[in-house]
């Protein structure tokens, strides 16, 4: 069973992150430069890919678009605590709010970073445990590696999949690079100079 960091700690993972198979596109070139045309934005996935999509039986975490589309389906594995969703870093946090009553009725919410340079994922998470007050399980997959650890857990991640050719162990440490924070954020409303009291000047 594979594992992820949930909070300070190593544990088994028993949610299974569902995907849509990997599209094969060309590479385009542009003056004679490989360019990535994918930084803010994908290919819509079809109905079909959405009915076509294999998704076992146990916990699972599914892609938002098959939320959307299979929700009478998949009610009641939400209703058993089997079911979570996540997000590509380009999806709109909206289609999921207006989808559900309460998005605490989801096990687990994942964010996907694409890759290490993308932060959008971190405002994602910020809104989500702010603006719209989920309390459950955030977990960070994807391009997820050591040195974003600190900062992913300021914005309000609390579970982190790490890279499978990344050590978990080393990974752990990521949640610890520094004793102290100066701004306020999600783990810590409070700035430093809030949380420190100072002498009167003699």
């Known amino acids: 069973m594979p594992k992820i960091i949930l909070h300070d700690r190593i544990v088994e993972d028993d949610w299974q992150v569902v995907q849509f198979p990997i599209k094969q596109e060309p590479v385009r070139k542009q003056a004679g430069k490989l360019v990535i045309f994918r930084i803010t934005g994908e290919q819509a996935i079809s109905a079909d890919e959405v009915a076509a999509l294999q998704i076992p039986s146990g916990k699972v975490i599914v892609p938002l678009a098959a939320w959307l589309g299979r929700k009478q389906e998949l009610a009641p594995r939400l209703s058993a605590g089997q079911l979570g969703v996540w997000l590509d870093s380009y999806e709109l946090l909206e289609n999921l709010l207006g989808s559900i009553d309460d998005i605490n009725k989801f096990g687990v ?10 932060g959008r994922g971190f405002s994602m998470a910020t809104l989500l445990r702010t603006r719209h007050g989920y309390r459950g399980e955030l977990r ?3 391009d997820v590696l050591q040195d974003q650890l600190f900062y992913m857990r300021r914005v309000g991640f609390n579970a982190y999949a ?3 050719d990344k050590s978990i162990e080393s990974a752990l440490r990521g949640l610890t690079d520094f004793s102290e924070t100066y701004q306020s954020a999600v783990d810590e409303p409070l700035p430093l100079f809030r949380r420190h009291s100072r002498s009167p000047a003699p």
């Open 162 to 164: 790490i890279r499978a």
């Open 140 to 142: 960070a997959i994807g």
């Open 109 to 118: 919410i994942a964010v996907n970073f694409p890759r290490f340079v993308d």
